[in-house]
């Protein structure tokens, strides 16, 4: 109940928030409440990557675009639109529409035969022995690409001097 309630509270903090750094970093922190229920699950590697993927890489990133393109006349605008009622009514409804398709499926109520158990160790051993190849071709390709994002960076950043 303590992480469900802190997850929740991290993700509606970071919609009310006025401040942007301040809805990055409390919604890394709904990212943390998510990655310790999978943990408490029973699901160590969905945890283990959710912490990874988005806890290191995506909120860090949020929060360096955010420093990077920082925008001082945001922070003057109002929190709510003048519409925000009528955008809760149809979230409620839209909200309400997938809840009943979900609930009416005949997957929800279909028992399902047991899963096989894959350990946070099967998976690393299969990584680092089976799919080595296509695991470092994948860091290239990724290296490349950062790389080269950098060098168009850089380009624009000298003609704009």
Same mark, same amino acid.
């Given at each position: ?49 959710? $912490? @990874?993927?988005?806890?290191? *890489?995506? #909120?860090?990133? &949020? =929060?360096? +675009? ?18 925000? $009622? @009528?955008?809760?009514?149809? *979230?409620? #409804?839209?909200? &309400? =529409?997938? +809840? ?62």
């Amino acid at each position: 109940m303590v992480l469900a309630l802190l997850t929740v509270a991290g993700m509606a903090a970071a919609m009310g928030l006025r401040n942007a750094v301040h809805c990055v970093l409390a919604l890394t922190l709904g990212f943390v409440g998510i990655a310790a229920l999978y943990l408490q699950l029973g699901a160590q590697f969905v945890g283990l990557a959710q $912490i @990874m993927v988005y806890v290191g *890489a995506v #909120a860090i990133l &949020a =929060v360096f +675009a955010i420093m990077m393109t920082h925008n001082p006349e945001s922070a003057n605008s109002p929190v709510f639109s003048s519409q925000w $009622i @009528m955008g809760c009514i149809v *979230a409620a #409804a839209v909200f &309400a =529409v997938l +809840a009943r398709a979900i609930y009416s499926t005949a997957a929800f109520t279909q028992v399902l035969p047991p899963q096989p158990e894959a350990t946070v160790h099967q998976v690393g051993d299969s990584l680092m022995h089976r799919y080595v190849l296509p695991l470092e071709i994948m860091g290239l390709l990724l290296t490349a690409a950062l790389i080269g994002a950098v060098v168009i960076a850089m380009d624009r950043r000298e003609e704009m001097k």
